[in-house]
């Protein structure tokens, strides 16, 4: 349900203004790698929520906590309301 989803790509700048999970790890490399690609379209990621595993942020994802830029092979983990 949220304003950006569906059938087009999401530009990275369109998430400016949202919420964001990511991992609770320390030195991720993914919220390393996300932080730096935000970073290059002009905003800090404004982190919400955090978790140690995909199928967490997933669900946060899923109950309208935040956004969460994921590697691929996150698809492969289907979660109802994320797409």
Known sequence: SHRLA???PVR????RDEDFVGYGVPDSV????VTQAC??????PRRAHAAAQTSILLT???A????????ESALALRVQGVQ
């Open 6 to 8: 569906g059938d087009e």
């Open 12 to 15: 990275l700048a369109e998430l």
């Open 30 to 33: 993914v919220d390393g790698a």
């Open 39 to 44: 970073l290059s379209a002009g905003f800090l």
């Open 60 to 62: 946060l994802v899923a």
């Open 64 to 71: 309208g906590l935040g956004v969460a830029v994921l590697p």
